[in-house]
């Protein structure tokens, strides 16, 4: 038996819930810096912490190295309440929160993993140490499968009439300069809670898994086109472009930027292309000019700051008054 509920949602308003839960978590830890009064840090449904009482031990953990998370979603979790009610749903809850609190297998380990908490509803957050040399797709399809076999195994005594299933996204907390700490984690929670619920078919999978791989690891290579002047033919300073990893569907600057437009990845990648562009350039400049692209879309985002620009350019040398 599977669980078919029509939420009555498409594909644009689930973005937009995303990104208004994003949004309004925000909103409340920046009160909660203000003085304003604390919200409840424990979720009356999971007996997890919530994301805004758990943040400052992320920022904290941050401050020590790199972090990674992991978005998990139940699928159809609408439909299943349909079925059994809110009570028996409230208790399945409780019994998934727990049993990923307990949860100690692979990188899910007591002395990798950071934490466990709730996003509302049937939305959950782990948060672990991570290494570049992670392998993304092969957490994700490992994860899957562990912790789905978990949670039934804490709800075997309902004696439900079909699994529950999850729907699971894997994100690095990319540093960012100029970005304060909670921002570029709200970032990492909405591409990760993107993913989670944007039920894509392989092929656009397979193009998710590796632009989370091209961003993690900074695959990205720049190149410096020579701008002239027409007047004297001499070289006024150099355009800095952005190439995916060649022989790769992102080798074309268009599929690269297209999808991390798609897959809400569009700041991260140009914050890291500005990275690159500044940090390659900066003892071949002398008194030329640096030409950086910026979309339109990144300079509305919320997590654009003013001035970061310029703090990724000072950070690696690269004098203010010479780039464009």
């Keep these: 038996m599977n669980f078919n509920y029509n939420t009555g949602i498409d594909g644009d308003g689930m973005v937009n819930m995303i990104n208004n839960i994003v949004k309004i978590n925000q909103k409340l830890f920046t009160a909660i810096r203000t003085g304003f009064p604390k919200p409840v840090i424990v979720d009356q449904f999971t007996g997890l912490p919530t994301l805004i009482s758990f943040m400052p031990h992320l920022i904290r953990a941050l401050a020590?190295?790199?972090?990674?998370?992991?978005?998990?979603?139940?699928?159809?979790?609408?439909?299943?309440?349909?079925?059994?009610?809110?009570?028996?749903?409230?208790?399945?809850?409780?019994?998934?929160?727990?049993?990923?609190?307990?949860?100690?297998?692979?990188?899910?380990?007591?002395?990798?993993?950071?934490?466990?908490?709730?996003?509302?509803?049937?939305?959950?957050?782990?948060?672990?140490?991570?290494?570049p040399q992670m392998d993304y797709e092969e957490v994700c399809l490992n994860l899957k499968e562990d912790i789905e076999n978990s949670i039934n195994q804490a709800n075997s005594h309902l004696e439900l009439n079909s699994k529950l299933c999850i729907h699971l996204e894997y994100a690095q907390v990319q540093e960012i300069p100029g970005c304060n700490p909670e921002s570029i984690i709200y970032s990492a929670i909405k591409r990760a809670s993107y993913g989670a619920k944007r039920f894509a078919n392989l092929e656009e999978q397979a193009h998710r898994y590796l632009l989370n791989q091209v961003l993690d690891d900074e695959m990205i290579n720049i190149v410096y086109q020579p701008i002239v002047s027409l007047r004297s033919g001499s070289i006024l300073g150099y355009e800095a472009l952005t190439r995916g990893p060649q022989k790769t569907y992102f080798e074309s600057p268009e599929n690269l930027f297209n999808a991390a437009e798609e897959f809400?990845?569009?700041?991260?990648?140009?914050?890291?292309?500005?990275k690159l562009a500044a940090q390659n350039a900066s003892s071949q400049l002398g008194d030329r000019y640096l030409f950086l692209n910026v979309n339109p879309l990144v300079l509305n985002a919320a997590n654009h700051k003013k001035g970061q620009t310029r703090a990724i350019l000072r950070e690696y040398g690269v004098d203010c008054s010479n780039y464009s």
């Design 64 to 131: 020590k190295g790199r972090v990674a998370l992991i978005y998990i979603d139940i699928e159809n979790f609408t439909g299943v309440e349909a079925l059994y009610g809110r009570n028996l749903c409230s208790q399945i809850l409780l019994n998934v929160g727990n049993a990923l609190k307990q949860l100690n297998t692979g990188i899910l380990n007591d002395n990798n993993k950071l934490g466990v908490c709730s996003m509302g509803g049937d939305d959950f957050l782990i948060f672990i140490k991570s290494s």
């Design 264 to 274: 809400q990845c569009l700041f991260e990648l140009e914050s890291l292309s500005h």
